[in-house]
């Protein structure tokens, strides 16, 4: 089972950009797919973006063309890149190891971090 730890959360105006990171344990790494979920007070966690072992993505389209996910197979991270943040971008952001090497559809796997806390206001 993979570890993750998820990094770079905080407090944004709208408007601005984060990078999320999630560190990753275990040589297992390359070869899964990787995603990003989020989860806002009082909703279910849903799902941003993913991507494949190959680098290629998929994201909702609540975040298409705002948000980046990239992976560094050597340092076993992947990350989240976001720009033009919304208010309603706030959550609880959370990586997962994906169950296959694909991202599209993106399956979640059992492993999961602990999350990081993005807040967008003014």
């Known amino acids: 089972q993979v570890q993750l730890v998820e990094s770079g959360g905080g407090v944004v105006q709208p408007g601005g950009s984060l990078r999320l990171s999630c560190a990753a344990t275990?040589?297992?790494?390359?070869?899964?797919?990787m995603g990003w979920y989020r989860q806002a007070p009082g909703k279910q966690r849903s799902f941003v973006a993913a991507?494949?072992?190959?680098?290629?993505?998929n994201y909702a389209d609540s975040v298409k063309g705002r948000f980046t996910i990239s992976r560094d197979n050597a340092k076993n991270t992947v990350y989240l890149r976001m720009n033009s943040l919304r208010t309603e971008d706030t959550a609880v952001y959370y990586c997962?190891?994906?169950?296959?090497?694909?991202?599209?559809?993106?399956?979640?796997?059992?492993?999961w971090g602990q999350g990081t806390q993005v807040t967008v206001s003014s």
């Open positions: 275990g040589s297992i790494f390359s070869i899964y797919a």
């Open positions: 997962a190891a994906g169950r296959y090497r694909t991202a599209a559809p993106f399956l979640p796997s059992n492993s």
């Open positions: 991507i494949n072992t190959g680098g290629g993505t």
